[in-house]
């Protein structure tokens, strides 16, 4: 029945204060009432409806998509919005768009490769969005390796002006988004060219489209990509294609914090590491780990309430059946889910923190930690959206039948969320730094130049680097190995972090118990997940292994009571959901049946098609095959 809370006998068992975990999880009491009153505001709004994506046309979903970004801003202006509370209107209307590459990329470059003087030329355009900028660097032919990238900006030092040109099919830009119908401008990454010999990838500001009828300037051939995985889903997002045919840019639009070219001709590269250029997909990797652990979150929460209303077998004496989430093997695959959503969410903290931190340094031409924040941004968002994926289609299974319905939320959270294992840098691609960077550590290992913050535990393998510095086989032969070891050593990162977050002061009866808890299962699961690893390593004995099962199982019991809880706590509305099995009043059978009846193809009792297709084969008006 409406309005009864059906799962009132699962929270009235939780052992923690629910709402002093929901200022834990949302990071401070400011936070928490930022997201609370914006995601309010949104679930409110009938201009931010989205139960009706997957019903759409791609073009009627693009347009309204585009209906959507205009409202949203116009709510913005209206209401004076912070962008603290700006973001967080963006993250609860929950569509991918334009404005996500506008604000997340477009933007940040211009901040950290553009400089002052072109700041302050193109920021003030792009705040209040009379510009709309996309970030074009991939390719049709490359992506991953970006100083392959075949675009080229040549010099010319006749007319003070850039020429970008797209020399090859290959060169073209491919999967930008916001570019394919939406942006006026890119930042488009190309090769440097002066007086006849190359630089490397740079970036240059290009207008793509004229401010006053939208068409594309001369020389500019762009569109969008077409249809990608699943049906609403990411299809909002206009990832485009376009080609420079010889497009002149003046000078002064080269981004030129790194490197500068004088209207003399003369190429300088400032005393800052080249790898700048790259920090936009640092800074939007730092950003992409605590996204993991909202969209981690929001799975669990669908499974997990499910799991407490969804009851098969077990029923004694025709009392009720056993709730799905009392059986182990829903717990063994249900609450390490749970415990990495929180373990996401405090390493994204201090992912935060640390990106602060090396632009602070950067600021002050300190390099120092550049390495360390690449191999970090770069590893954890590796880790946590390969598991962050692996997640939610987890929690899609651990609902049964119906966690494949779209009304249950999982698939299309399944659909937008898997792209993030590949943009922003492919997972392995992105390991295959991290394991570099460790190979370099140990090559320092015995130098004056002792390993310190996440690779300071590296100093205790020095002597195992010395007794073993034998065959040092090429890095490709090894690249497996060290791919591991590279995920190895980012577990790492985030188990630390928990530990070290629950040193903090942690307000709350039974709060940071619960996280005790679920640190954990964090550990303990992937020492389990790993046991073959630490065993032949000689780093735990069987035994250990044994107690480490133990006490696995033990945490599940302690944390059973508390599961509903502890997904409350996440402060999720139905709306931000857009779920039926994960709604927060677990009523979900009249839900899913009245839902059912508002498909398209239940507006008829007879469906289009039967009498033209279906009534001549029953009539056998149409000649049987030979059976
Ligand atoms: C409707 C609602 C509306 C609401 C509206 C409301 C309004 C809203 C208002 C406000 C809302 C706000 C919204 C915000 C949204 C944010 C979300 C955004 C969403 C994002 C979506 C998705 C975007 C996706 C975008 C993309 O996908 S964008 C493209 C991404 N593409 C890549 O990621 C390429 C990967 N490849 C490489 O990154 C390189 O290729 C490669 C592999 C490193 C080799 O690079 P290479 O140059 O070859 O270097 P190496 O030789 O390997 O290394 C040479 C030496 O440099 C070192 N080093 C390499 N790197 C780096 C590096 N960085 N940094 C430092 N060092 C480095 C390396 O350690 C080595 O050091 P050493 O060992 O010498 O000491
Ligand atoms: C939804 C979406 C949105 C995107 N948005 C943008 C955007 O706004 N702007 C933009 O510029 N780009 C964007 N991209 C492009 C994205 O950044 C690239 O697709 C991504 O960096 C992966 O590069 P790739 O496609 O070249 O993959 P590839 O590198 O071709 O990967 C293919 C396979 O090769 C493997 N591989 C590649 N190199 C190595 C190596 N050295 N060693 C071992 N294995 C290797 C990879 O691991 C992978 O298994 C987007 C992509 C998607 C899917």
Redesign the pocket.
Known sequence: MEGVDHLAHERNKSEFDVDAMKIVWAGSPHAFDVSDRISKLVASDPGFRKDNRSTLSRKELFKN?LR??AY??KT?VDLRLS?EE??K???Y?????F???????FIPAIKGQGTEEQQQKWLPLAYKMQIIGC?A??ELGH??????LETTATFDPQTDEFIIHSPTLTSSKW???GLGKVATHAIAYARLIVGGREH??NGFIVQLRSLEDHSPLLGITVGDIGMKFGNGAYN?MDNGVLRFDHVRIPRNQMLMRVSQVTCEGKYKQSDV????V?????Y??Q??VA?ASCALSRAVCIATRYSAVRRQFGSQNGGPETQVIDYKTQQSRLFPLLASAYAFRFIGEWLKWLYADVTQRLQANDFST??E???C??GLKSLTTTATADGIEECRKLCGGHGYLCSSGLPELFAVYV??C?????NT??L??VA??LM?TVSQLGSSKKPVGTIAYMTRVEHLMQCRCGVQRGFAELSVDLVEAAVAHCQLIVVSKFIEKLQQEIPGKGVKQQLEVLCNIYALFLLHKHQGDFLSTGCITPKHAALANDELRSLYSQVRPNAIALVDAFNYTDHYLGSILGCYDGNVYPKLYEAAWKDPLNESVVPDGYHQYIRPLLKQEIRTARL
């Open positions: 998509t959507k970004a949203a801003w913005i962008e700006a973001a209107l963006r993250f209307v929950d569509e991918p768009a404005t996500d590459l506008h604000w997340g990329m970030y660097q991939t992506g991953s390796n970006v100083q392959g999967w930008p988004g490397g990838v909002t590491p080249r790898q700048l790259y920090g936009t997909m640092v939007v990797r950003t992409i996204d550049l390495p924040a690449h191999a941004t770069a792209p993030a590949t943009y922003e840098g492919d691609v992105l295959l730094q570099r960077f370099k």
